[in-house]
């Protein structure tokens, strides 16, 4: 049973095989050969179908059981001490309620089952901005992607025995029974207690409910920032690199941007992927913001990739990934809907039948890709690095189909994390039956800020004291229609338009206009070389409307007040100051 010399995490790991009976322990060190062993296992259970080793060698489906294919919010809870801590936006379970609706259902969980105990590092294994943690699963699906996802092993472990600190998160996938499905963060004990659920969002611990939901809290005490956020390096032809965070609600083409393929006519730019989803920030002694991607990996939505939208995520998926609720082609092959026009001929769906269109679509809206960071066609070294990179601007985005230009830069710190706390997309009549309402997402973090969002934006508006060289911060907006529902702006590889007018204003070299919601270029500033867009169309896509804006900054009042006095003055002072530049 002994299998490290830190006696809290060796009791915890017998505390908790007591309580779940797992038939046996597996300590994992995060080796190839372990990799492997665990494939060929899940292989012979059935759980993992192999594809094709011709087209995609190395490469794994999994089909979840069909009551479990998404993060399920309603069922995630901060359990913090006091209620007020978690804030208006979470959904709170006192601790001790925690505890014994988890141990209840932990109670011989794992009989018949191993339990797995991964060690990992969030970020790289050398890195003072990295924080560890272990997870105890029985689940033999999560611990491949947890290898693919984290550094996990050995090396991890033998930080954790150094420094003696980590986040414990137990998983077990139970009965897989909805009424009995929990996903359990205790911020003030770093702990994640997730139950009922073998779904990546909510089975996979180092990942939303490590790097976000435990690390925003830890994030606020510590004097850090733990973003929803991808990193890119941008490269101009002087080779000059300016590296980029950005925000973006689900749906808003995160990942699309993380690894864009810059146009035809911007030869000599390159773009760097250091990650497509977080990004943990640290304040250095040169007064910059420098960020880590705490993942290895990328869990993308299949759904929508295609040549078009993101070849380099099509690529780097061909090799040593797990797809999961995907469709599979008679050629062993994954497909699904956006990959080609139509279905090939003797599809199987997501839940393994033979396609027919009157059960749904091929693949699960929400089936994933797992993919190694190093496989991605764009991936910079610079993600192992241990000192992070130096973050030139950070980006806010979101849907909104007339409100928000194209893109808006800050007037300041506090204007940027007012820019920040504002953002979001439109429900769509789907979702809501009505059309155009907004859904605040601040920074992207709704479903993920481990705390009270007015003390976040507090922590964020603290920076400003403590440096004179933050990253300038800009909304973006790729969203924007014309009066016939039709988007403006083509998006993808060419959005490297608008950041080549970011990346010039921060090295001070591009012009902004002055407005009442903040600095806005030209529509000469961005260059449209090669697109079919005329003069009218980016001036309406750099324009705004007063009156539009006034009836928005009621709607973020109403947001704003559940928060009560709790909410920083300083950013309601910010909010005043808009409207009334806006009145007049």
Known sequence: MEQTS??????????????????????????KEEYNFLVQKLEASGDFTKLNPKTYPGCYLY?????????????????SRNKDDAGPLNYWMAPDEAREKANGILQGAMKGRTMYVIPYAMGPIDSPLTRCGVQLTDSSYVAVNMMIMTRAGTKALRRIEREGSFVKGTHTLADLNPERRYIMHFP??????????????????????????????????????????????????????FFVTGAFPSGCGKTNLAMILPPEKFKGYKIWTLGDDIAWLHLREDGRLWAINPENGFFGIAPGTSQKSNPSALDMSKKNSIFTNVGLTKEKEPWWEGLSKTPPEGMIDWQGRPYDPKNGPVAHANSRFTVPLSNCPTYSKLADDPRGVPISAILFGGRRRSLAPLVTEANDWAHGVWLGATAGSETTAAMTGKVGIPRYDPMAMRPFCGYNMADYWSHWLSFAS????????????????????????PGFGDNLRVLKWIIDRCKGCAAAES?????????????????DIGPDTMKKLLSFSREEWLREMGDIETFFEPFGSRIPHTLLEEHKKIKESLSK
Request: charged share 25%.
């Open 515 to 531: 407005t009442p919601i903040g600095l806005l270029p030209k529509p000469e500033d961005i260059n449209t070389d090669g697109l």
């Open 466 to 489: 403590k440096s004179t060289k933050l990253p300038k911060i800009y909304r973006v907006n790729w969203f924007r229609q014309d009066d016939n529902g039709h988007f403006m702006w």
């Open 6 to 31: 830190n006696k809290t995490l060796s009791e915890w790991v017998r505390s908790t095989a007591e309580l779940t009976k797992p038939d046996h322990i597996h300590w994992c060190d995060g080796s």
């Open 188 to 241: 003030e004990e770093l702990a994640i207690i997730s139950v009922g659920s073998g779904y990546g969002g909510n089975a996979l611990l180092g990942k939303k409910c490590h790097a976000l939901r435990i690390a925003s809290p830890q994030a606020h005490t510590e004097g850090w920032l733990a973003e929803h956020m991808l990193i890119i390096g941008i490269e101009t032809p002087e080779k000059e690199t």
């Open 63 to 79: 089909r979840s059981n069909p009551n479990d294919v998404a993060r399920t919010e309603h069922l995630t809870f901060i359990c």
